[in-house]
């Protein structure tokens, strides 16, 4: 089994910055994907990024530019850094890992851009 934590929400300015962590533990092959969906009120699950164990980095175009995913594979954790954060990025954000055709999902974490 996996599981997986997410840590660093909270509520923030528009145009502020928010980090976000995922540490997953567990059964966790040296070959995987890491990223994060997010969900906001009343609306369907949303990806957001991916960073492969291999280095590659994918984004959504809506945050393409302003959110940065990295990761730490000796630690088996992945972060999102939030820049130019806007009213429309509040959501609750998961994380998730991609191992061997199953994905394993994080509670997440909540995100509120707001004056």
């Known amino acids: 089994q996996v599981q997986l934590v997410e840590s660093g929400g909270g509520l923030v300015q528009p145009g502020g910055s928010l980090r976000l962590s995922c540490a997953a533990s567990?059964?966790?092959?040296?070959?995987?994907?890491m990223g994060w969906y997010r969900q906001a009120p009343g609306k369907q699950r949303e990806w957001v990024a991916a960073h492969s164990t291999g280095g590659s980095t994918n984004y959504a175009d809506s945050v393409k530019g302003r959110f940065t995913i990295s990761r730490d594979n000796a630690k088996n954790t992945v972060y999102l850094q939030m820049n130019s954060l806007k009213p429309e990025d509040t959501a609750v954000y998961f994380c998730?890992?991609?191992?061997?055709?199953?994905?394993?999902w994080g509670r997440g974490t909540q995100v509120t851009v707001s004056s």
């Open positions: 998730y890992i991609y191992i061997r055709l199953s994905t394993y």
């Open positions: 567990g059964s966790i092959a040296s070959i995987n994907t």
